[in-house]
């Protein structure tokens, strides 16, 4: 007797549960929309369906308050399982809430440079260097026209106009053509005091610094002809004045330069004007190595025509 009383218990306390979410979602004092009420979960439609609430009231509720899911495959049979008609799953439909729209995906541009490491300029602004491997990603342009630049020493300027759409990829295939440096002629050099054929010469591609710490460079080759020395600049950098022609008694010093001024590279004293040369341009190491080829070719050059 004892143990019925409890199950009735259990009975009543359910049904007053239910008769009080009825009251809540009926009761036109609760149905008062307040500040910050939620939209109705997929499981409070399912639920006041299945408390036999009307459709029609069901769907008042939630233009009241709106809906939080959406009418997927699932929910629609679940639904319909617990009395939903097809009129207040289109009205669902409607309600529900729209996914926000996309964040624009911002323009990207690739750059593939030969050679590899060099200097890229966007509107005149430098925006990185390609790898080793000729390579650079950016993806922080704005949409639009740009002007685009690469450079790298010893090279030709690459310049092209690129127009940078939201959401794609616009890629530059970069091929650097190496400066053209025109020798002085035959003439010319004998003229200054250099003797033998330039077709015999042997030659070296180096950069000239210019001012201290080696900062700014200036690509240019170094001839070295039977009894002399001829070496013109070129590239952005070029300035005549730093062109040099000397017989090998004008060449009064020709050793490595200082540590502490240019590592690695070949200071050369030509009628008392000083010249420092590297064996690379700016960022890259000097090769020692080199430095003594040169100095080895420009003794054997004058000791052959002493």
Same mark, same amino acid.
């Given at each position: 007797?004892?143990?019925?009383?409890?199950?009735?218990?259990?009975?009543?306390?359910?049904?007053?549960?239910?008769?009080?979410?009825?009251?809540?979602?009926?009761?036109?004092?609760?149905?008062?929309?307040?500040?910050?009420?939620?939209?109705?979960?997929?499981?409070?439609?399912?639920?006041?369906?299945?408390?036999?609430?009307?459709?029609?009231?069901? #769907?008042?509720?939630?233009?009241?308050?709106?809906?939080?899911?959406?009418?997927?495959? #699932? =929910?629609?049979? #679940?639904? *319909?399982?617990?009395?939903?008609?097809?009129?207040?799953?289109?009205?669902?439909?409607?309600?529900?809430?729209? @996914?926000?729209?996309?964040?624009?995906?911002?323009?990207?541009?690739?750059?593939?440079?030969?050679?590899?490491?060099?200097?890229?300029?966007?509107?005149?602004?430098?925006?990185?260097?390609?790898?080793?491997?000729?390579?650079?990603?950016?993806?922080?342009?704005?949409?639009?026209?740009?002007?685009?630049?690469?450079?790298?020493?010893?090279?030709?300027?690459?310049?092209?106009?690129?127009?940078?759409?939201?959401?794609?990829?616009?890629?530059?295939?970069?091929?650097? =053509? *190496?400066?053209?440096?025109?020798?002085?002629?035959? =003439?010319?050099?004998?003229?200054?005091?250099?003797?033998?054929?330039?077709? @015999?010469?042997?030659?070296?591609?180096?950069?000239?610094?210019?001012?201290?710490?080696?900062?700014?460079?200036?690509?240019?080759?170094?001839?070295?002809?039977?009894?002399?020395?001829?070496?013109?600049?070129?590239?952005?950098?070029?300035?005549?004045?730093?062109?040099?022609?000397?017989?090998?008694?004008?060449?009064?010093?020709?050793?490595?330069? @200082?540590?502490?001024?240019?590592?690695?590279?070949?200071?050369?004293?030509?009628?008392?004007?000083?010249?420092?040369?590297?064996?690379?341009?700016?960022?890259? *190491?000097?090769?020692? =190595?080199?430095?003594?080829?040169?100095?080895?070719?420009?003794?054997?050059?004058?000791?052959?025509?002493?």
């Amino acid at each position: 007797m004892h143990l019925k009383i409890a199950a009735s218990d259990d009975h009543l306390l359910a049904a007053a549960v239910l008769l009080l979410f009825l009251w809540m979602v009926l009761s036109p004092s609760a149905n008062a929309r307040t500040v910050g009420e939620p939209p109705l979960s997929r499981n409070d439609v399912i639920r006041l369906l299945k408390g036999k609430v009307s459709v029609g009231r069901v #769907e008042e509720l939630a233009k009241q308050r709106g809906i939080d899911f959406e009418i997927t495959p #699932e =929910a629609e049979t #679940e639904m *319909r399982s617990a009395g939903a008609t097809v009129a207040l799953l289109n009205a669902l439909r409607k309600l529900t809430p729209m @996914s926000p729209a996309p964040s624009p995906v911002p323009p990207a541009l690739v750059i593939t440079s030969n050679p590899g490491g060099a200097q890229v300029y966007v509107d005149d602004e430098p925006n990185g260097t390609t790898s080793p491997e000729g390579r650079l990603k950016l993806t922080t342009l704005l949409p639009g026209q740009h002007q685009l630049r690469i450079s790298s020493a010893g090279y030709r300027d690459y310049e092209a106009s690129v127009d940078l759409i939201l959401g794609q990829t616009a890629t530059v295939l970069a091929t650097l =053509a *190496r400066n053209e440096v025109q020798l002085p002629p035959i =003439a010319d050099v004998a003229d200054h005091g250099v003797g033998g054929s330039l077709t @015999s010469s042997v030659s070296f591609e180096l950069w000239h610094v210019h001012g201290r710490m080696s900062v700014h460079t200036a690509h240019g080759i170094l001839q070295i002809p039977s009894a002399g020395l001829v070496f013109t600049e070129s590239g952005d950098h070029a300035n005549p004045k730093h062109d040099f022609k000397a017989s090998c008694s004008g060449i009064s010093e020709a050793k490595p330069s @200082s540590p502490l001024y240019c590592p690695a590279c070949l200071h050369i004293v030509v009628q008392s004007e000083s010249y420092d040369l590297r064996t690379k341009g700016w960022g890259h *190491r000097s090769d020692a =190595a080199e430095v003594q080829s040169i100095l080895q070719a420009i003794s054997s050059s004058c000791e052959h025509h002493q």
